[in-house]
């Protein structure tokens, strides 16, 4: 069956870098994009960018342009949201997700970032 | 890229139907039929409800339906059961080759 398994919880001091993992198995990983989205507490999820698992093609929201790097292992089967420069308000779920056509079919669990002091 | 506007809330009785809206632009949700919804219950990832406007996944109840008319897409409940309150977002491809989610309705079954 289809899994993505996200990397856990991680803790961070304001202006530091996190790097969550996202771990496909059950399907051929370069044959479909891995989305990533972000839910801070209460709120709404939110859309960050995608990278093309074949050919490593990404794209960004706008909104975490600069921040934001996504990356992939194809030996590995993996994918990774690299997110700088944390500050409080990045405190949030990140999720991955897997595309097929538009949509996003398959979630992983989640990784909760916290960034206090 | 803005959110897109759906109601924070929506509710209903057992058995009734309810709908809930998406509003975007010509730039997502009027331009593409790639709007999908997905349902979230507490403490959980989301699920994909519906594609492409108006397709059901496998295994998603025929209770939900999809629709679209110019730039707002929307979700209909039909049967209303306890099991449906949960969070829904809708989505939208966008002309950037990018996503944009909705601002998410809170169904509640009275």
């Known amino acids: 069956q289809v899994l993505l398994v996200q990397s856990g919880t991680e803790v961070k001091k304001p202006g530091a870098s996190v790097k969550v993992s996202c771990q496909a198995s059950g399907y051929t990983f370069t044959n479909y994009a891995i989305h990533w989205v972000r839910q801070a507490p209460g709120q709404r999820l939110e859309w960050m960018g995608w990278?093309?698992?074949?050919?490593?093609?990404?794209n960004y929201s706008q909104k975490f342009q600069g921040r934001l790097t996504i990356t992939r292992d194809t030996s590995a089967s993996t994918a990774y949201m690299e997110l700088s420069s944390l500050r409080s308000e990045d405190t949030a779920v990140f999720y991955c997700?897997?595309?097929?056509?538009?949509?996003?079919?398959?979630w992983g669990q989640g990784t909760l970032v916290s960034v206090s002091s | 890229q803005s959110a897109l506007t759906q109601p924070a809330s929506v509710s209903g009785s057992p058995g009734q139907s309810i709908a809930i809206s998406c509003t975007g632009t010509?730039?997502?949700?009027?331009?593409?039929?790639?709007v999908c919804w997905y349902q979230q219950q507490p403490g959980k990832a989301p699920k994909l409800m519906i594609y492409?406007?108006?397709n059901r996944p496998s295994g998603v109840s025929d209770r939900f339906s999809g629709s679209k008319s110019g730039n707002t897409a929307s979700l209909t409940i039909s049967g209303l059961q306890a099991e449906d309150e949960a969070d829904y977002y809708c989505?939208?491809?966008?002309?950037?080759?990018?996503?944009?989610f909705g601002s998410g309705t809170k169904v509640t079954v009275l």
């Open positions: 989505s939208s491809f966008t002309n950037s080759n990018t996503d944009v």
């Open positions: 997700a897997r595309r097929i056509g538009r949509a996003l079919d398959y």
């Open positions: 990278i093309n698992t074949g050919n490593g093609n990404i």
């Open positions: 492409d406007v108006s």
């Open positions: 010509s730039s997502d949700v009027g331009g593409y039929n790639h």
